[in-house]
């Protein structure tokens, strides 16, 4: 799919906004409401953005989920049209300097634990946490994007069992230890690759990230020796001591053990300032206005309703569509 073309013949593609090996995600205006979309697209023989779509629909509803108006395939692509959201956390510390204060990284932890509670009540794992897939949205809430990893920790009711020598998944800075070395994700690792965000959210970088251009598995392999045995102390230096304590806390979960999320949001709800800790950076408008005062957590892991009822699909010709909400 190209620039400033035509998609659907309802759709004009304006610019591309990310691309990756999930599909490319592109700005787009309909042509009879000149609303503007985002539309992710894929190669239709990877199938990724189909099984992305599947979990969003079952998500729809919750806070910080992006809605999804339509998802389908072409003769080429699979594709899902979904609702514009603003910048990504990544793109947002990169405008500010590469660092962002401990009071925009506070509530940025709190809102991103009430996006993992939320997605884990439907047994669904992200396993691929990262700046990029945080993205602000309306009221400056954010927006927990990019499910194309994501997988069901809980399959017909009851969770999965105990599994070694899995693949690795997402992102090697990132990832939790146990992802190293093999052993299959669960609530744990996105809470571990969260704790690691935060750092990286105030220090700007954290001490194992590898140059881009490293071969993948020697990434892996030298990220892990150095995250494996850093001291946490070290880890977190000009972090609050809280930091410490919730990655020694993710990394204590068992495989099958749900997280605190209430006590993780107390832990750092409690942080002090910090002394030699510079005034708070002067936050953009756009960016973090972040606040966590009317979140609450999900109360069940029952599939919303409302968000998927459509009294009249939509009709898009020359494709399939296997999932339509009403626009």
């Known amino acids: 799919?190209?620039?400033?073309?035509?998609?659907?013949?309802?759709?004009?593609?304006?610019?591309?906004?990310?691309?990756?090996?999930?599909?490319?995600?592109?700005?787009?205006?309909h042509l009879t409401t000149q609303s503007s979309y985002a539309i992710k697209v894929d190669k239709k023989r990877k199938g990724n953005v189909k099984q992305e779509s599947t979990i969003l629909f079952e998500l729809q509803g919750g806070e910080g989920i992006v809605?999804?108006?339509e998802a389908g395939e072409t003769e080429e692509f699979t594709y899902m049209i979904m609702e514009l959201l603003g910048p990504s956390l990544s793109k947002i510390q990169k405008q500010q300097g590469g660092k962002f204060s401990l009071d925009t990284v506070i509530p940025i932890i709190i809102q991103s634990l009430y996006r993992l509670q939320y997605i884990h009540s439907f047994g669904i794992v992200h396993r691929d946490l990262k700046p990029q897939q945080f993205l602000v949205g309306p009221n400056n809430n954010l927006y927990l994007v990019d499910y194309g990893l994501a997988r069901k920790f809980i399959v017909q009711g009851t969770h999965i069992p105990y599994q070694s020598n899995c693949s690795r998944a997402g992102n090697s800075t990132y990832a939790s230890l146990n992802?190293?070395?093999?052993?299959?994700?669960?609530?744990?690792?996105?809470?571990?690759?969260?704790?690691?965000?935060?750092?990286?959210?105030?220090?700007?970088?954290?001490?194992?990230?590898?140059?881009?251009?490293?071969?993948?598995?020697?990434?892996?392999?030298?990220?892990?020796?150095?995250?494996?045995?850093?001291?946490l102390y070290e880890?977190?230096?000009?972090?609050?001591?809280?930091?410490?304590?919730?990655?020694?806390?993710?990394?204590?979960?068992?495989?099958?053990?749900?997280?605190?999320?209430?006590?993780?949001?107390?832990?750092?709800?409690?942080?002090?300032?910090?002394?030699?800790?510079?005034?708070?950076?002067?936050?953009?408008?756009?960016?973090?206005?972040?606040?966590?005062?009317?979140?609450?957590?999900?109360?069940?892991?029952?599939?919303?309703?409302?968000?998927?009822?459509?009294?009249?699909p939509v009709v898009i010709p020359k494709c399939k569509s296997y999932m339509i909400r009403r626009k």
């Open 1 to 29: 799919m190209q620039e400033n073309s035509l998609f659907l013949n309802q759709y004009h593609i304006e610019s591309l906004l990310g691309s990756g090996g999930f599909g490319s995600v592109y700005k787009a205006t």
């Open 179 to 231: 992802n190293h070395i093999g052993i299959h994700q669960t609530r744990r690792d996105d809470i571990e690759s969260l704790a690691y965000m935060a750092v990286s959210l105030m220090n700007g970088r954290l001490p194992w990230q590898q140059s881009s251009r490293i071969n993948s598995s020697v990434k892996w392999n030298n990220v892990y020796k150095i995250k494996s045995t850093i001291n």
């Open 67 to 69: 809605k999804v108006y």
């Open 235 to 312: 880890l977190c230096q000009n972090c609050p001591s809280e930091f410490v304590m919730f990655i020694q806390y993710a990394r204590a979960l068992d495989f099958h053990e749900e997280p605190d999320y209430e006590y993780l949001r107390r832990l750092i709800k409690g942080i002090q300032p910090l002394e030699g800790v510079p005034e708070p950076m002067k936050k953009s408008e756009s960016a973090t206005k972040v606040t966590n005062s009317s979140e609450t957590a999900p109360e069940s892991a029952k599939s919303p309703e409302e968000p998927l009822k459509s009294k009249k």
